[in-house]
């Protein structure tokens, strides 16, 4: 846990360097655009979508007709903050993260060897893949939300993996060898889950939501190169022969 307060932390701090802030806000403007764009012409017929739609149908069909509109209401609008998280999840990992990444590695850790490989379509797969096997599982685990808890459990759960999996893999692509990511991934695999986790929660704060995108890029990139410095223990790696790029697994 300390992990990730200092992480936190020291991205509040990076904050306050005047060049980051036209950074963090870019995604940000862009989900809200999303979002008022589906609120106006999309929340009707979402709803109306959904409604028709089993388990909803299954409870207008014991006669909870407003349990099941409400259920759509739900539905529709955790779809559209859904799309504009994702939208601002995708600019923020394949166009941010790679300037923040830099920034952040030359301010506060400047004597982390560069070992990995710097490779702009891997990372933008990585997130795209990742954004994919997010809705797959988020539409599957849909009929799970009639479950009483589950249905606010479920959404934090699957945009903390979302978070963990799209940025943690930016955050070391350039800088870890393929052996020094496996090993993160056993040592850090709960608390880089847990930060996701904080994130998700913050994402779902009005306004702040929209910024959680870019704060995740800066946490993560906190926090897994301070791992990666621990890991090295201070010193410097040369790496021969490395197997090339990261692959992540879901």
Not at 101 to 107: E, G, S, T
Not at 169 to 184: F, I, K, M, N, S
Not at 198 to 216: E, F, W, Y
């Amino acid at each position: 846990m300390s992990e990730i307060v200092l992480a936190m932390g020291r991205s509040l701090r990076t904050l306050g360097r005047g060049r980051v802030w036209l950074l963090f806000f870019g995604p940000a403007v862009v989900a809200v655009v999303v979002w008022i764009g589906l609120t106006v012409f999309a929340l009707e017929s979402l709803i109306g979508l959904l409604v028709d739609q089993p388990p909803l149908t299954w409870l207008a069909g014991w006669g909870a007709v407003w349990l099941a509109k409400l259920g759509a209401v739900l539905g529709g609008w955790l779809l559209i903050l859904a799309a504009a998280f994702v939208t601002a999840m995708l600019l923020a990992a394949i166009f941010v993260m790679p300037l923040l990444l830099d920034h952040v590695a030359r301010a506060d850790y400047p004597e982390l060897a560069r070992v990995g490989k710097d490779s702009l379509t891997a990372g933008a797969w990585n997130s795209i893949a990742a954004v994919l096997l997010y809705l797959i599982g988020w539409l599957l685990t849909l009929p799970l939300w009639l479950i009483p808890g589950l249905g606010l459990l479920l959404p934090i759960l699957w945009m903390a993996w979302l978070t963990r999996r799209t940025f943690a893999y930016d955050a070391l692509t350039v800088h870890a060898t393929g052996q020094e990511w496996r090993e993160l991934r056993r040592q850090q695999g709960w608390p880089l889950l847990l930060l996701g986790v904080v994130l998700a929660l913050l994402a779902h704060v009005p306004v702040l939501g929209l910024l959680t995108p870019t704060l995740a890029a800066l946490a993560y990139t906190h926090f897994c190169l301070e791992a990666l410095r621990r890991l090295r223990q201070g010193a410097l790696v040369a790496v021969i022969n490395e197997p090339p790029a990261l692959k992540e697994r879901p």
